[in-house]
């Protein structure tokens, strides 16, 4: 019989719960108590599974019908016989990666596991770090070997925050196994839930590499977008004219200039960067696409700087409205958010900065940033407004109705 836990229950770790208790008996784990509490409520502060297709698969108590019970006890989880991994990997403040969430959810793995038992990770990470950096763990507080009585896997999340189109469910999944049997086995388990299909990588540094590639992939193209604005503002061209008419032949690639930020793609091309020099090559394109993208927040400031100042508009002590926080549209996620880099640096000119995001939770951001902002349009006259991301609920605002007279308007995707 399949038992299943979930560890880790963010933007990745619930959706995925959430689908496999449509058919099997799932105990999603965290360590946080506040987020299974709101979750055994019914109640998904992410967005990412609606409210009542969450309260459809909640269960009480952990047994073996279909179903999700969440929990913070590590002895929920002890009956169970695959574990899926899917906590965040982020990087410190040095841009090297930090796998201490990784490690712990080992860890915790490593107490619970018995022969014959599967630990699936789903966290984006460079190749090699399942089998180098998270197995040993596990070895070494279960007592087990590795290959001979348990096995692992690699299937990477593709998870888009606030896309409601693209649902796990939908997307095709890479799957892979440290020996092909495990591999048969993890593969048949998502294919049971995943009507988008899935794709054996033969092993789990392909499927490691496919993942971290993904983003790698997009990061550089926005940079190349971000390129071309700063080359082109300088020329006085409008850069979004220019990506309409070059769109009109059919291989050029949609992308648009913007704040790269968020879990992913401001993030991923780091775990590679690393992985890359510690294999003596230095990754040239991929970190210094990551360095045009992580200057676009201060670039934005200063363009916004620049036009007041050429409207004879005194930035000291001005007033100025930034709108949007969040790393992207139409979603409350505000990890590694681009926006923070803008609001400081017209900081940096003693300038009065107000933010408006009606997505973003202000005491996260407050906890995260020591930043306030504003879940409601804030009332009043503003020197500039700076629209950060673009959330549906700004689509209608007349952005002339916040400026003074003279007042300046920037729109990086504009």
Partial sequence: MIKIAVIGLGYVGLPLARLFATKYPVTGFDIKQGRIFELMNGVDSTLEVENSDLKAVLKM??????????????????????????VPTPVDKGNHP????????????????????????ESTVYPGATEEDCIPVI????????????FAGYSPERINPGDKQHTVEKIKKITSGSTPE???????????????????????????????????????????????????DRMEI??????????TKWNFLPFKPGLAGGHCIGIDPYYLAQKAQEYGYYPEMILSGRRLNDSMGEYVAMQTVKEMIKKGIQVKNSEILVLGFTFKEN?????????????????????NVTVY?????????????????ESRLPAGKFDAAVIAVIHKEFE????????KENGVYYNLKA
Wanted: proline content about 4%; hydrophobic content about 40%.
């Fill in 61 to 86: 108590k952990p047994d073996n019908l279909p179903g999700l019970f969440c929990s913070s006890e590590i002895k929920d989880i002890s009956d169970c016989n695959y574990y899926i991994v899917t």
């Fill in 238 to 247: 409008d850069t979004n004219a220019v990506l309409e008419a070059a769109a």
């Fill in 396 to 403: 209608n605002i007349n952005y002339a109705s916040l400026l």
């Fill in 182 to 232: 495990a591999g048969a086995l993890i593969n048949s388990l998502y294919l049971s839930v995943i009507t988008g299909g899935t794709h054996l990588a033969p092993t789990i540094r392909v499927a490691e590499a496919a993942k971290v590639i993904e983003n790698t992939q997009r990061d550089l193209n926005i940079a190349f977008m971000n390129e071309l604005k700063k080359i082109f």
């Fill in 357 to 373: 995001d009606p997505w973003a939770n202000p005491e996260e951001v407050k906890l995260e940033f020591g930043m306030e902002i």
């Fill in 98 to 121: 930090d796998l201490t969430p990784l490690i712990r959810a080992s860890e915790t793995v490593g107490k619970v596991i018995n022969k014959g038992n599967i630990v699936i990770y």
């Fill in 139 to 150: 070895e070494k507080i279960s007592g087990l070997k590795f290959n001979t009585d348990f």
């Fill in 331 to 351: 979603c409350p996620d505000v990890r590694n958010t681009k926006v923070v880099d803008v609001v400081n640096t017209l900081k940096e000119y003693e300038a």
